[in-house]
């Protein structure tokens, strides 16, 4: 069918709760992020046990790269806005992800930091354009929104789930070839569910040229960003090699994107330039939110490993770090839908809270989260060992909070970014999750003892007190969001 027969009017007006063609984003962004929770998920592993780096650095290794794969989406963002539109950059991204699956595939132990760098240009290019395609399929005025984001979020985590247990498994019980080539197989999925959901999408997502006049003279921007994006990747595997230069790279990119948007909104209509100050609140706070959040892949799993019993509601037997990897991918899937339901139900009463007051109780969520984790000191052993149980509710809370913001912050830089600027802004706010994981690592190493033979119970004490102080910045945070919801409302217009 051709693309542009089906009007984006007719796909915007569907019936019922969810557009159709969300569950072709759905599952084509289930199996990318599959494909990057199942790489993510190895990588510390690896290199440790078959690169044998030492833990501290393999650590800073792993944050160095999620950092790079954040910071990225930025540039993924920003050429879907200017040259590729958001199609093309999907099938570019995913086919960079393909390969550096395949690299890793081949020989993971030789071709190890190629194979990532591929992965992180090409979940910069895929990432945060499906995203915001996802914000396409709506009407400005379409309070459904949000409840598409929420299923969408399900999605995500149903590929974090799978992702981040299949892969690893196979990896240390059978062959790491055979894990990494997983992820290029199931990557592989992703592109091909993408492009057939292509014939569905109407205008959504051509290039920004696209029936332009000068559109096939322009024809070589397409190829200079694909030379580009290749050109880079050994300057990243250099980058990411050797983590002081992240530290360079963090300090440069936040600051240079900042006067980026500044750019535009100097550029834009004061109407749009309110919106877009607006969503810069959001992406701010979100850094916070992230960096508190984020202790799930570093000094949590630490805390797992070091301070939980193996017992859930008396009688099942995990893996504590099993279950610090998986209880959040989980609850988002049994509540996101929840969450989605409850939005359209308040706002069919008309009392559905605005973004800013959702962003509020997202970070009291988190607040109380983190406070619950500082109360696990208080059912610990002699030994320093607590309650898996307690752990586990600290993951439920922290959910809740996740979906006040995580989906919503989607959903949100899709309504406040005038249409030119729609992957750029998807990009800020995945960027923000960049320097949250940046920060996540210097707020775990700060909560972390320096003694090597420090025993649980002390560990059980540092890292509990740290808990507690992260649970009061959140309500501290969160009151002061409430705080300044008038002025951010304003900002926002007619948007919600
Ligand atoms: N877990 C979500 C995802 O993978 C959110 C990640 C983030 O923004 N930090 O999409």
């Known amino acids: 069918m051709n693309p542009a027969s089906l009007e984006l009017s007719a796909i915007q007006s569907f019936e019922g709760k969810y557009p159709r063609q969300l569950w072709w984003l759905f599952f084509s962004e289930m199996w990318e992020r599959f494909?990057?929770?199942?790489?993510?998920?190895?990588?510390?592993?690896?290199?440790?046990?078959?690169?044998?780096?030492?833990?501290?650095?393999?650590?800073?290794?792993?944050?160095?790269?999620?950092?790079?794969?954040?910071?990225?989406?930025?540039?993924g963002g920003l050429f879907a806005d200017k040259i590729l539109g958001f199609r093309r950059s999907l099938a570019w991204g995913g086919l960079l992800m393909?390969?550096?699956?395949?690299?890793?595939?081949?020989?993971?132990?030789?071709?190890?930091?190629?194979?990532?760098?591929?992965?992180?240009?090409?979940?910069?290019?895929?990432?945060?354009?499906?995203?915001?395609?996802?914000?396409?399929?709506?009407?400005?005025?379409?309070v459904r929104r949000d409840a598409g984001f929420s299923l969408f979020y399900s999605g995500i985590n149903v590929g974090a789930l799978l992702g981040g247990y299949i892969p690893i498994w196979l990896g240390k019980n059978y062959s790491w070839n055979v894990a990494f080539g997983l992820t290029a197989v199931v990557m592989a999925i992703s592109v091909v569910t993408f492009s057939y959901s292509q014939r569905y999408l109407g205008p959504i997502g051509l290039s920004p040229r696209h029936g332009q006049p000068d559109e096939a003279k322009t024809k070589w921007r397409d190829w200079v960003t694909y030379?580009?994006?290749?050109?880079?990747?050994?300057?990243?595997?250099?980058?990411?090699?050797?983590?002081?230069?992240?530290?360079?790279?963090?300090?440069?990119?936040?600051?240079?994107?900042?006067?980026?948007?500044?750019?535009?909104?100097?550029?834009?209509?004061?109407?749009?330039?309110?919106?877009?100050?607006?969503?810069?609140?959001?992406?701010?706070?979100?850094?916070?939110?992230w960096a508190f959040f984020e202790q799930s892949g570093g000094s949590l799993s630490l805390f797992a490993a070091n301070n939980l019993d193996d017992t859930l509601l008396g009688f099942l037997h995990l893996d504590p770090n099993g279950v610090n990897n998986s209880s959040n991918s989980l609850f988002v899937i049994i509540f996101a839908p929840v969450f989605g339901l409850?939005?359209?139900?308040?706002?069919?009463?008309?009392?559905?809270?605005?973004t800013v007051v959702?962003?509020?109780?997202?970070?009291l969520f988190l607040g109380a989260s983190f406070w619950v984790l500082y109360s696990t000191r208080f059912f610990a052993n002699e030994e320093g060992i607590t309650?898996?149980?307690?752990?586990?509710?600290?993951?439920?809370?922290?959910?809740?909070?996740?979906?006040?913001?995580?989906?919503?912050?989607?959903?949100?830089?899709?309504?406040?970014?005038?249409?030119?600027?729609?992957g750029v802004m998807m990009g800020m706010w995945f960027l923000a999750s960049a320097y949250g994981q940046y920060a996540a690592g210097l707020l775990g190493a700060g909560m972390s003892l320096p003694d090597p033979n420090a025993t649980a119970s002390a560990k059980l004490i540092s890292y509990t007190a740290g808990y507690q102080q992260l649970a009061i910045y959140a309500v501290v945070a969160g009151v002061l969001l409430l705080g300044l919801s008038p002025l951010v409302r304003r900002l926002m217009g007619e948007v919600k």
């Open 227 to 289: 030379a580009g994006s290749l050109a880079v990747i050994p300057l990243l595997m250099v980058m990411v090699s050797k983590t002081d230069l992240t530290d360079y790279f963090m300090y440069t990119i936040g600051p240079l994107t900042l006067v980026y948007v500044g750019y535009e909104m100097a550029k834009s209509t004061p109407d749009e330039r309110k919106k877009l100050a607006a969503a810069m609140v959001f992406i701010l706070f979100s850094i916070v939110f």
């Open 342 to 354: 409850i939005w359209l139900a308040l706002a069919k009463k008309k009392l559905e809270p605005n």
């Open 387 to 422: 309650s898996l149980d307690v752990f586990t509710l600290a993951y439920l809370v922290m959910t809740f909070g996740e979906l006040c913001l995580s989906p919503i912050g989607l959903s949100i830089m899709t309504k406040l970014s005038p249409k030119k600027l729609q």
């Open 35 to 75: 494909s990057f929770y199942g790489m993510r998920g190895m990588l510390t592993y690896f290199m440790v046990h078959q690169l044998f780096m030492s833990e501290s650095v393999a650590n800073l290794q792993y944050g160095a790269t999620q950092a790079f794969v954040y910071a990225f989406t930025f540039v």
């Open 98 to 142: 393909i390969i550096g699956s395949i690299i890793l595939a081949i020989d993971p132990q030789k071709l190890f930091f190629l194979g990532i760098a591929f992965n992180i240009v090409g979940t910069g290019f895929f990432k945060p354009n499906i995203s915001s395609m996802v914000g396409t399929l709506y009407r400005d005025d379409d």
């Open 358 to 363: 959702k962003f509020g109780l997202g970070f």
